[in-house]
């Protein structure tokens, strides 16, 4: 097969593919998210998933369930299950990889804590990568839109927002700097994943799984249990209180990636 441009090897994971389909949205600005952010008003992960997900008209899309995710200028990261993170790491860490059929990897490419590239590996090797630039690269290569390799995909809307997808069930959509990226994973994945974004079994406590399947408490021993290479540094992150209030959405993000609920 193609040569993977990241080893997931060198992470210890423990030990059917579904259809998802996309749906085109509008969008509108990410800016005053992320200011929100770093002023420290954290929203609600429920409130969030709900502005920045796509919509679609078919009434069976949501069976079973889908997973959803949202990250935030790199390292403000909410997980399927709701949790909150926040990480300023300087390395490639996984953000979700189906660690029982090995369908797919999600890989963010952090510097400083910003967001470089987002990367997603198919079963077969394939990579598919997003720049923080805008542009695409297959297999390391530069590559025009739309990409369409037998198995993932990528896409550039008119309106400047960025697609990667598997034909695995595995949907990212990204602002044209990364600054926001909204994930949705098809339900079959349900209990089956590894990363910064959670395992996806609808119980927030055991959000901060170890590869090894340990449950951690502390949000920096979590996240640099994904870094991809051990020669980075360290991220030291803030711990956050289970407790930790969060502040409404700005009125913006009800028009990112399309619409309201």
Partial sequence: ?????????????????????????????????????????????????????????????????KLRAVVVNG????????????????????????????????????????????????????????????????NGASHGYPVEEKD??????PDGVLGIGSQYGALAYCSAKLEVCYFEINGFYLGKLRGLLGDGNNEAYDDFRLPNGKISTSESEFGNSYRLASSCPQAKCPEHSHHQQHAALPPACEQVFGGTS
Avoid: M, W
Avoid at 52 to 64: G, M, N, V, W
């Fill in 1 to 65: 097969g193609i040569p993977s441009l990241f080893n997931i090897e060198s992470i210890p994971f423990i030990t059917g593919p579904g259809q998802l389909s996309y749906t085109p949205t509008g969008v509108g600005a990410s800016l005053s998210l992320v200011n929100q952010i770093l002023r420290g008003d954290i929203p609600d992960p429920l409130s969030l998933i709900q502005a920045y997900r796509p919509r679609s008209l078919d009434p069976f899309d949501e069976i079973p369930a």
């Fill in 75 to 138: 390292q403000h990261i909410f997980t399927f299950d709701g949790r909150h993170l926040t990480f300023p790491g300087n390395c490639r860490y996984v953000l979700a990889h189906d660690y029982v059929d090995r369908n797919f990897t999600f890989v963010l490419q952090l510097q400083n804590g910003k967001p470089k590239s987002l990367i997603l590996e198919d079963k077969s090797g394939t990579t598919v990568e997003l720049k923080d630039n805008g542009q695409v690269a297959v």
């Fill in 152 to 157: 993932v995909y990528a896409f550039r809307r």
